[in-house]
């Protein structure tokens, strides 16, 4: 399958893991399908064990919405029922966002399941996928709960979008002026911790 090839790929790369987004083409909220999106997940994640324990490769779980794991509730009952050290969250601090949830809350709920994240931001309502600071998330708030909960991954920025709309020939500054929001984003995380 598509999922296989790229676990095979990545770990031939050298990633450690690999992002898996959950099944969600059911609205589990309607008719009471929260059980049976669970245990459709559930069935589909736990096929894909062999293949992470044979390329030597984690699988991160990302909350995302319109899933059972768009709350940490549903992505923490998922991860226990799952009961297996191959996966882990990746945990988008957008997706967060526009489903409702307090992303620095959500950070502290899901505290050592966290194994890489999706770090972008937006208004609460679009999932635009834009520069920190150019949305509604409290940065300040989530950086202080990544320290908190001793998550020591990588921020990844999943933030592409803030450039899409930019002139070709202002996009390098555009580029080098992300990096400078990410730094400052990795200082902040420093200051909480105390370093």
């Known amino acids: 399958s598509e999922i296989v090839n790229s676990m095979k790929h990545s770990a031939w790369l050298g990633a450690d893991m690999i992002v898996v987004h959950p099944c969600n083409h059911i609205a589990y909220k309607e008719n009471h399908n929260y059980d049976y ?7 589909f994640y736990k096929k894909l064990i062999p293949y992470a324990e044979e ?17 940490p509730k549903g992505l923490l009952e998922l991860m226990h029922l799952l009961d297996n050290e191959v996966f882990t969250v990746c945990y988008d601090v957008g997706h967060a966002n526009i489903c409702g949830q307090d992303p620095a809350d959500m950070i502290k709920a899901l ?18 996928h834009t520069l920190p600071y150019y949305g509604t998330i409290d940065w300040e708030r989530v950086m ?27 996009r390098k500054e555009s580029v080098k002026y992300m990096a400078g929001v990410g730094k400052h984003l990795i200082k902040r995380y420093w200051y909480y911790k105390g370093l």
């Open 37 to 43: 999106m669970m245990d459709y997940n559930l069935d």
């Open 55 to 71: 390329f030597e490769i984690k699988i991160a779980i990302e909350n995302i919405g319109g899933a059972i794991t768009e709350t």
């Open 144 to 170: 202080k709960a990544f320290a908190e909960t001793g998550y020591e991954g990588n921020l990844n920025y999943e933030a592409g979008l803030f450039v899409n709309g930019v002139p070709v020939d202002l």
């Open 111 to 128: 505290g050592k399941h966290i194994g890489c994240t999706h770090i972008h931001d937006n208004d609460g309502i679009h999932d635009s």
